[in-house]
Nanobody
Framework: QEHLVESGGGLVQPGGSLRLSCAAS????????MAWYRQAPGKQRALVAW???????RYADSVKGRFTISRDDAKNTVYLQMNGLKPDDTSVYYC?????????WGHGTQVTVSS
């Protein structure tokens, strides 16, 4: 049973940056994909970015050019670098991983963008 633990959330002013981390309890080499989702109050959880085992990436249109997903297999960690943050980016951010037919979620980390 894999465990995913997110960190790095917090309060930031518009235009600021944060880097989220998702640490897995085991090796991430076996995961087919790892991704970041977010969910704002009253809204559905939505995909923000994902990265495949081979390193291919995909982003939601709303974050393209501002967010970057990356992985460090040696540290069993996936990152989400968020630049140019906007108030609309305020959400709980969740880490997600797929291993074969199994999927895993972290508990989330709150990101609040406000002046």
């Amino acid at each position: 049973q894999e465990h995913l633990v997110e960190s790095g959330g917090g309060l930031v002013q518009p235009g600021g940056s944060l880097r989220l981390s998702c640490a897995a309890s085991g090796s991430i080499l076996g995961f087919n994909t790892m991704a970041w989702y977010r969910q704002a109050p009253g809204k559905q959880r939505a995909l923000v970015a994902w990265i495949t085992k081979g390193g291919s990436t995909r982003y939601a249109d709303s974050v393209k050019g501002r967010f970057t997903i990356s992985r460090d297999d040696a540290k069993n960690t996936v990152y989400l670098q968020m630049n140019g943050l906007k108030p609309d980016d305020t959400s709980v951010y969740y880490c997600h991983a797929v291993y074969g037919l199994a999927e895993y979620w972290g508990h989330g980390t709150q990101v609040t963008v406000s002046s």
